[in-house]
């Protein structure tokens, strides 16, 4: 016993312990199993004594752990960028890509870029927010920024309570090293108890209002169903893409934040960054053209013209007049925000007008149709295929237009009224 005390102390009091802490806090970002947090907590039940020094343990963690979160997120832009290659060969993606994928999506649309710092101290979170951001497609300068702090957190609760545990029992530090390291497993344990308690009341409220529905339908279902779609009718639309927005990962980008493969540009994301409630393949009459030079993807951008012979293959998402606002500001390279006006717009033109909100590429509003009371809008140019230069588009911008073709094929038609159809 005392034999691997010494051996302990001498490891952890040695100079090397702050290279030591700095590989296992990056291996750790990589390998899961590598115990770099209790590493750290002995080091500093030690460093309670004066050796090693507690400000060169914080930033040694904190240093190690951004560069094994780095390489992580690395990994994941590796991973996307393998991803896109396999939808455009229309093969099935692994359960467990699409599940990061998912699950990052739904964590970082809760939380924000500050998931970056939660997912320091949340069981298996390091590897969802790390990995997936690079999948996400995050700008590396957004992800230094989030997880420096969050590593900087990390490295300070873990050196903080260490140094409690070394203080209150400077006479036995192994039993220092134990009250930390029972510290930092409480606490994990109680926000993981927290976390799943609150998942669970969130689901009984879920399934309280499913059954509510349910009862509702089965009494009066054709009055329920006009309800809803009278509701839809004054909030939300469905946003038609005739370009790169076709692929859902891509329009992912504009509501969630993210920069697509192959672009030039790294999008904030919606105020709302909630994911369509439906998508659907859709025909528009009218046929797309390239002009201009994209800011995004170099070469031509897709321009629709309705008044000419078709049909073009689009998308058709069901998002808020709010999101829709928000995608054309950032296609004018604008952030969102709030008071613009097409998010009134959109429910005060008929079927088949248009309307000029500015004198940008993307800043022409065209009501191609409505379904139950939602209307059907997209955006393009106020000049026509026959008023411009036609430009050449980039080889990354067609690989994405072919992506999103892809997934109009695959997706379910939309259901239309037959005079739209007529």
């Not at 924000?112 to 995050?138: E, H, K, N």
């Not at 800011?295 to 999101?323: C, N, R």
């Amino acid at each position: 016993m005392d034999l691997a005390f010494e051996l302990l102390s001498t490891v952890l009091t040695s100079p090397w312990v702050y290279l030591l802490i700095a590989v296992a806090a990056s291996l750790d970002s990589l390998v899961p199993v590598v115990p770099s947090e209790t590493l750290l907590i002995s080091a500093a039940a030690f460093a309670a004594s004066g050796v090693p020094y507690p400000a060169g343990l914080v930033l040694a963690a904190a240093i190690g752990a951004m560069v094994g979160d780095l390489a992580a997120h690395l990994v994941g832009r590796f991973v996307r960028s393998r991803m896109q290659r396999i939808r455009l060969r229309r093969v099935r993606l692994s359960k467990h890509a699409s599940g990061i994928v998912e699950s990052a999506r739904s964590v970082f649309a809760r939380r924000g870029c500050s998931a970056l710092i939660a997912g320091r101290f949340i069981p298996g979170g390091r590897t969802v927010t790390t990995v997936g951001s690079g999948m996400l497609g995050f700008s590396l300068r957004g992800f230094l920024l989030w997880d420096g702090l969050g590593s900087l957190a990390w490295a300070l609760y873990s050196t903080g309570i260490g140094l409690f545990g070394g203080t209150a029992f400077d006479d036995q530090p192994l039993l220092g090293v134990a009250v930390g390291i029972g510290i930092a497993l409480s606490t994990a344990a109680a926000g993981e108890v927290f976390r799943r308690l609150r998942r669970s009341g969130t689901r009984r409220v879920a399934v309280r209002q499913v059954r509510a529905r349910r009862s509702t339908a089965r009494v009066d279902a054709p009055r329920n169903r006009n309800g809803i779609m009278e509701t839809m009718s004054n909030t939300h639309v469905w946003y038609v893409s005739y370009g790169s927005n076709m692929a859902r990962d891509r329009l992912a980008c504009y509501l969630q934040g993210g920069r697509p493969p192959g672009a030039h540009v790294t999008y904030p994301g919606a105020r709302d960054g909630t994911l369509p409630g439906e998508e659907a393949g859709v025909e528009l009459p009218g046929r797309i053209y390239f002009a201009g030079e994209s800011k995004v993807w170099g070469g031509g951008m897709a321009f629709y013209d309705h008044t000419l012979t078709g049909p073009t293959p689009a998308k058709a998402y069901l998002i808020s007049a709010e999101q829709f606002a928000d995608v054309a500001a950032q296609e004018m390279h604008r952030r969102p925000s709030p008071g613009g006006p097409l998010e009134t717009l959109v429910f005060d033109l008929p079927v088949g007008a248009s309307h000029s909100v500015g004198p940008g590429g993307y800043e022409t509003l065209l009501v191609v149709d409505d379904v139950d009371g939602v209307p059907m809008v997209t955006f393009t140019a106020a000049h026509g295929s026959g008023e411009v230069e036609h430009t050449q588009p980039s080889e990354p911008y067609l690989a994405m237009l072919r992506t999103g073709t892809a997934e109009v094929r695959d997706a379910a038609a939309l259901l239309r009224p037959a005079a739209a159809q007529a």
